[in-house]
Every structure is written in structure tokens, then in C-alpha cells.
Nanobody
Framework: QLQLVESGGGMVKPGDSLRLSCTASGRTFNQYVGAWFRQAPGKERQFVANIYGNTESRNFGAGLRGRFSIDLDNDKKTVYLQMNDLKPEDTAVYFC??????????????WGRGTQVTVST
């Protein structure tokens, strides 16, 4: 069983940067796809980015490539989401998720509890 713990959220000003971390307990991401999603109040959950643990291939949600980047640490136990030039519309709860490489693309079986990101003046 893969357990995910997010950290790094907080309140920042527009234009600031923030890095979120998602650490897997007991396992590495070698056989998983790690991802970030976000959900703002009253809105549907939105895909932010994912990274394949075996190839480190990356995908990004619409309009987020460039400001956001996703990486694995050298041990492949932590997935990072680097967010730059943050905007008020980036305010949301950010969730880490994972699925095994062998499972269908939308079958995110493992979820963290989320970390709040607030962008405000």
C-alpha cells in the first residue's frame, strides 16, 4: 500500500513561488506514476501534472506548463511540484496522487490528504 503525504503549502503573494512535496512512505515511485491535482472551492478537481517513475516522462494540465514543473528526487521517494509566478486563481487544495504503471490512466488509487495553497495580496 502506498501512502502519500503532502507538504509545502501556505499563503503567498501573487508572483511568488512555492514548492510542494509529496513523499511516499515505504515505497518509491519506480513502479508508479506520481501526480498533482488541485481543487478550488466550488470547482471540480483539476489535473495539474504527472511524472512517470520509470522514465520521468511528464505531462501538464492545460496552461500550466511553463509556470509549473514536476520532478522526482534522486531516491524516487518524493515528487515535487514547483510553482512559479503564482496567481490568485492558483488558490486551491493541492492533492498528490499515484497509480501503478500497469493501471489505466485515470485510475488514481492512492491519494494524499491535500495541502492548501492560497495566493492573495
Amino acid at each position: 500500500q502506498l501512502q502519500l503525504v503532502e507538504s509545502g503549502g501556505g499563503m503567498v503573494k501573487p508572483g511568488d513561488s512555492l514548492r510542494l512535496s509529496c513523499t511516499a512512505s515505504g515505497r518509491t515511485f519506480n513502479q508508479y506514476v506520481g501526480a498533482w491535482f488541485r481543487q478550488a472551492p466550488g470547482k471540480e478537481r483539476q489535473f495539474v501534472a504527472n511524472i512517470y517513475g520509470n522514465t520521468e516522462s511528464r505531462n501538464f494540465g492545460a496552461g500550466l506548463r511553463g509556470r509549473f514543473s514536476i520532478d522526482l528526487d534522486n531516491d524516487k521517494k518524493t515528487v515535487y511540484l514547483q510553482m512559479n509566478d503564482l496567481k490568485p486563481e492558483d488558490t486551491a487544495v493541492y492533492f498528490c496522487a499515484a497509480r501503478r504503471l500497469s493501471t489505466p490512466a485515470q485510475s488514481w488509487a492512492f491519494w494524499g490528504r491535500g495541502t492548501q495553497v492560497t495566493v492573495s495580496t
